[in-house]
């Protein structure tokens, strides 16, 4: 089990992040529009308003992938950020009670002091499932020491 004392915290300000996995979505969402363009662009036969619709479906493929690179988690002194696919969510370190990545879950939850549970996808195995334990852990420790938080805080 890693040492947990403060000086073995992460310094703050942090950002946890799924970095190959969103890399792998970048030259993706990037791959993709330049395909789909080119595709429009020579395919013969095709006027102008149906090669506008070609540039559109790329520019349409191309967001929702850099849309799913968008997860972060952001800690900093006064709190943690959550940033996930659509949503933003800042919580005060005593909001936070626990943080979970269990075997299998795709992503860490954190369990929130009003009782429920908010997934951050800004750490999940994915593709870099080492890294994802360590971020867990280093937040987890942010999270014990910044909120006094127990690690098996008991639920209401």
């Keep these: 089990m890693p040492d947990t004392t403060p000086d073995h915290l992460p310094a703050l300000p942090v950002t ?9 979505l970048i030259v993706l969402a990037i ?4 395909t789909v363009t080119a595709l429009g662009m020579l395919l013969g036969g095709l006027g102008p308003g149906e090669r506008v619709s070609f540039v559109l479906t790329a520019l349409v493929l191309a967001g929702v992938l850099f849309l799913m690179a968008r997860p972060r988690v ?3 002194e006064t709190g943690v950020t959550v940033v996930n696919l659509t949503a933003r969510r800042r919580l005060a370190w005593p909001e936070i009670l626990r943080v979970n990545l269990r075997q299998g879950d795709p992503w860490v939850f954190l369990d929130l002091s009003d009782g429920t549970s908010l997934p951050a996808l800004g750490i999940q195995p994915g593709i870099a499932k080492q890294q994802a334990l360590a971020d867990a852990r280093a937040l987890r420790d942010l999270v014990e020491a910044r909120s006094g938080a127990l690690p098996e805080a008991p639920r209401d």
């Design 16 to 24: 946890f992040r799924p970095g190959r996995t969103r890399a792998v």
């Design 31 to 34: 791959v993709t529009f330049v």
């Design 74 to 76: 952001d800690a900093d």
